[in-house]
């Protein structure tokens, strides 16, 4: 038997044993038996010291075999082209080839889809030329049994190696086993857009069923990053002298059943707040006239806006008073700084004191004359404010000149007051005594 004969006796008896060997319940079987002749044929095939190599290697041929008739079609009686001359490609000629689905992985011949839950078992049907005990291992997730009990969440695709061996020689075969997902996706009721101001507070309540009973966790991304939102005041910032205007974010919720997950997205239009300049405390002021008085007023805005500042009179706008005398008094000054839309005020007192001295009288000595005699008073006083000072008399006198007659003698008192235009005033009582003047006896008639 030439090497070509002995490549195609293998070829035949492999793509037996692959083809047939693997079974679950799932898609029908494919079980194939040997014809008789090629029993014969195989017993007559020197089992010598194969190499693992060699048997790898024909198998490779087998499942590019079985990949040429893909192209025929599934469930076909297929003829091939190769080995033509020999006699043995007859045998080739009746292989029946089933549940070769199209585009399988390199050096996968089989194709097993379960849904989870469901038990994958797999059942290899290998037949040893010589008879020999075979054994059969499974890779992971199969258990040594060849089966495995999918759960949810096992859904994906899995390469299975089935391993052959009869002690010294084995034999590998590749299944894809695809597990389909039961799982139901979560519906999540439809959140409405809304329509908040900075400062409030958004709670999302999302709501979802889910068909297979899940449990369902929420998560949120985008403005919220959970279902509770406290809109912040610098979320919406705008521009200069411009209070109302508004941004529209978008929250999105995710819920997840733990095996898929669905998304909504909830259009958030926040409206800018305005909040009002927060003025420091002032402090009552106390001056004396003809002092300067300057209010330092300091104010902050949360938002950041440019802050203006008022004053009440006798302030000024820049909130100075160059007092002067006279501006005694005490005044209630309010501050307001406002920010173009809001405004805070703070009032305070302001007290100014006089700087206001009274006139001091100059001293005069007590006036003694006679009757018929004209008195002029001339007082002077001091006046540390160097203020004009204004004289008045009362008492005997009403005025600075008096002309005395002979009915006049006596001790007389007038007093002096002296005024400045602030009001200071001083006061000194004077005491004048007048002389009786005799008058000679007067001769009015003889007779
Ligand atoms: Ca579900
Ligand atoms: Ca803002
Ligand atoms: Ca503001
Ligand atoms: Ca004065």
Redesign the pocket.
């Known amino acids: 038997m030439n090497k070509k004969r002995l490549m195609g006796v293998l070829i035949i008896l492999l793509a037996l044993m692959l083809n047939g060997c693997v079974k679950q319940p799932y898609e029908p079987s494919g079980l194939i038996t040997m014809p008789e002749e090629l029993v014969s044929q195989v017993e007559n095939i020197p089992v010598e010291t194969q190499e693992l190599d060699a048997i790898i290697q024909i198998e490779e041929e087998i499942i590019s075999l079985e990949n040429e008739t893909i192209v025929l079609g599934d469930n076909t009686l297929i003829e091939t082209e190769e080995e033509e001359e020999e006699e043995e490609t007859e045998e080739l000629t009746q292989i029946k080839v089933e549940d070769i689905a199209q585009s399988l992985p390199a050096g996968v011949f089989k194709k097993i889809t379960v849904k989870e839950k469901e038990i994958v078992t797999l059942n290899v049907n290998a037949q040893d030329p010589d008879g020999n005990q075979l054994m059969y291992l499974f890779s992971t997730p199969l258990s040594e049994e060849g089966e495995w009990q999918t759960k949810r969440g096992d859904v994906g695709e899995y390469i299975v190696n089935i391993t052959v061996s009869d002690g010294e020689l084995e034999t590998m075969a590749k299944v894809l086993v695809v597990v389909e997902s039961i799982n139901k996706e979560p519906i999540m009721e439809k959140i409405e857009n809304i329509a908040v101001k900075e400062g409030d507070k958004i709670v999302l309540e999302p709501k979802a069923t889910d068909g297979n009973d899940d449990t369902i966790v929420f998560s949120f991304s985008g403005l919220m990053d959970s279902e509770e939102y406290e809109v912040s005041y610098n979320d919406v910032v705008c521009e200069e002298e411009v209070f109302n205007c508004l941004k529209i974010f978008t929250t999105t919720i995710t819920a997840s059943d733990g095996f898929s997950e669905v998304v909504q997205n909830v259009g958030i239009t926040v409206t800018n707040t305005n909040r009002a300049p927060s003025l420091s405390a002032l402090e009552d002021i106390t001056i004396d006239e003809e002092e300067l008085v300057e209010i330092e007023a300091s104010a902050t805005d949360s938002d950041g806006d440019e802050i203006t500042f008022s004053f009440t009179a006798p302030l000024d706008d820049q909130g100075k008073l160059q007092s002067k005398r006279g501006d005694v008094g005490e005044y209630i000054i309010y501050v307001t700084a406002s920010d173009g839309d809001l405004s805070t005020s703070e009032k305070l007192t302001l007290t100014i004191n006089s700087i206001?001295?009274?006139?001091i009288l100059t001293v005069m000595g007590d006036l003694v004359i006679d009757e018929t005699d004209t008195i002029t008073l001339s007082p002077t006083a001091t006046?540390?404010?160097?203020?004009t000072?204004a004289f008045t008399f009362s008492g005997w006198m009403n005025s600075n000149t008096f002309e005395t007659g002979y009915d006049d003698s006596g001790e007389h008192t007038v007093t002096i007051t002296a005024m400045?235009?602030?009001g200071?005033i001083d006061t000194m009582d004077l005491t004048i005594t007048v002389n009786n003047v005799n008058r000679p006896p007067v001769i009015v008639d003889v007779s």
């Open positions: 206001n001295e009274a006139p006046d540390a404010n160097n203020d000072v400045d235009q602030y200071g």
